[in-house]
């Protein structure tokens, strides 16, 4: 099983910047394909990026799309959610997720149910 922990999350003036971390816990968190999905309220948990279990290949939703950037660092069992020119339709609860076990190295997931493990979510409020 893995434990994740999401942290970095604040309140940023739009245009700013910010870096999330989730921290897994274990030695089976680099063998997780890891994703970062997000909650506002009123409206329903939706993709944000995905990265393979290798971090090889990623996964954009087109609303972020340019703006921000996931990353890992497997030996630190950590993944990263880079956002930059941060807008107030951003403002929403971000939750780290990871799915084991994983078929494929390159394979990233973009459905929330595929995956099995998701961090408590730290909040991002961007003011115009």
């Known amino acids: 099983q893995v434990e994740l922990v999401e942290s970095g999350g604040g309140l940023v003036q739009a245009g700013g910047s910010l870096k999330l971390s989730c921290a897994a816990s274990?030695?089976?968190?680099?063998?997780?394909?890891m994703g970062w999905f997000r909650q506002a309220p009123g409206k329903e948990r939706e993709f944000v990026a995905a990265i393979s279990r290798s971090g090889g290949t990623t996964s954009h939703a087109d609303s972020v799309k340019g703006r921000f950037t996931i990353s890992r660092d497997n030996a630190k069992n950590t993944v990263y959610l880079k956002m930059d020119s941060l807008r107030p339709e951003d403002t929403a609860v971000y939750f780290c997720?990871?799915?084991?076990?994983?078929?494929?190295?390159?394979?990233?997931?973009?459905?929330?149910?595929?995956?099995?493990?998701w961090g408590q979510g730290t909040q991002v409020t961007v003011s115009s």
């Open positions: 274990g030695s089976t968190g680099s063998s997780a394909a």
């Open positions: 997720a990871a799915r084991l076990p994983v078929l494929y190295n390159s394979r990233y997931y973009r459905e929330a149910k595929e995956y099995n493990y």
